[in-house]
């Protein structure tokens, strides 16, 4: 029992901490660091190396999980009066797994489709990849793809599949751009759009789901250089150079994962309550294609209605370009069921704990009635 307390004490400062620190370092790197972590790490400046100074919400979670089975083992014997608190910790027991296995496996990412258009990939809403395609062929394209953590731990990284080098001359986890100014320094970027636009590097807490990246990249084939290109996200369109006839583009964007299936955008519904511009309801219907199952049909997505498909929950998330594009939000989680079956454990199991209580006290309040009704009648 005191065990328990002190976690559950050290799981409250964790959700604490958490807190105060997601105004410094942005919502998803305070998670990571307290919630999904087995320690916290803190590196004084003074000594450069990083030292453990707090159980981590994983490491607390885990504890608790075995405090509880040990706790139900040693006082609870396998008899069957007490199989419904069983059941119950069962529940409980399983709860705990369901956060491990969410922590550890889950994927979220999102998928933006115009109104008419198809989209057969999802993209990651934190992480980013340079990508240099080649887009040549009229019916394909090639993509060739660098991690962004590569742009900042390499000033030069091969592309593979390509005879092209990436020279890295700046990689900004967090930037802002703008229109230059007569007042601004020279640009480093020579080609593209990048000589008309400022970028300096954001100040402030970090937010790895908000914050825009920019890189200043230079594409090499041996000693000729194409230049030195601005890339960001927010510049919306790829850029472009031509080397011995090909042409690629280049971009950095969020990370993709291509699917075996593509999914239409045929109508997206904003709806409002009348007469005022309060949303009522999004919903996004799709059309659902996949040649290796040859699948063809109509899905309607809204807020309270998920698609569920290959292994992935597509839910309405928000939308944009005045009505005419959708934004999934495309989460992968092996565990979901598992919430789910917990509560189930732990509402039967309480069901079954309660019911001969409650069924002998109703068997008592009728007696009680009868009794007072032959009572009456005896007078």
Not at 141 to 151: E, F, N, Q, R, V
Not at 334 to 350: E, H, Q
Request: proline share 6%.
């Amino acid at each position: 029992m005191v065990l328990a307390l002190v976690l559950l004490v050290l799981l409250m400062v964790e959700v604490l901490l958490c807190t105060f620190a997601q105004t410094s370092m942005g919502t998803l790197e305070a998670v990571n660091l307290f919630m999904r972590s087995w320690v916290v790490w803190w590196t004084p400046a003074a000594l450069g190396v990083p030292l453990p100074v707090f159980p981590g919400g994983a490491l607390v979670g885990l504890l608790l999980g075995v405090n509880l089975l040990a706790a139900t083992a040693k006082r609870l014997d396998f008899s069957r009066r007490l199989a419904s608190l069983w059941v119950v910790h069962a529940g409980l027991v399983l709860l705990f797994v369901g956060e491990f296995l969410t922590g550890a496996f889950q994927e979220d990412c999102r998928m933006a489709i115009d109104e008419g258009g198809s989209a057969n990939y999802v993209e990651s809403g934190h992480a980013y990849e340079l990508a240099v395609v080649d887009v040549t062929a009229q019916d394909r394209d090639d993509h060739h793809t660098i991690p962004a953590s590569l742009l900042e731990e390499r000033p030069f990284v091969e592309l593979g599949g390509t005879p092209i080098t990436v020279k890295v001359h700046a990689y900004l986890p967090s930037a802002l751009l703008a229109n230059r100014q007569p007042n601004d320094p020279p640009s480093e970027a020579t080609e593209g759009i990048g000589p008309m636009i400022a970028v300096h590097a954001a100040s402030g807490p970090r937010d790895a789901t908000k914050d825009t990246p920019a890189a200043l990249v230079e594409p090499m084939v041996g000693a000729r250089s194409y230049g030195v290109w601005l890339l960001s996200p927010a510049l919306g369109a790829p850029q472009r150079f031509t080397h011995e006839g090909r042409t690629y583009a280049l971009a950095l964007r969020p990370v993709r994962e291509y699917l075996p299936y593509a999914l239409t955008l045929k109508k997206f519904r904003h709806d409002k309550y009348a007469g005022t511009d309060i949303p009522m309801n999004f919903s996004s219907l799709v059309h659902v294609s996949n040649a290796a199952t040859h699948e063809e049909r109509d899905v309607l997505i809204s807020m309270n209605q998920p698609l569920r498909y290959e292994g992935r929950a597509f839910y309405q998330a928000s939308f944009g370009k005045g009505d005419t594009m959708t934004v999934l939000q495309v989460v992968r989680n092996p565990g979901w069921t598992i919430p789910y079956l917990s509560c189930a454990l732990v509402t039967f199991g309480l069901v079954l704990h309660f019911w001969p209580k409650l069924a002998k006290t109703r068997r008592l309040a009728r007696a009680n009635v009868n009794a007072n009704a032959n009572a009456k009648g005896a007078a």
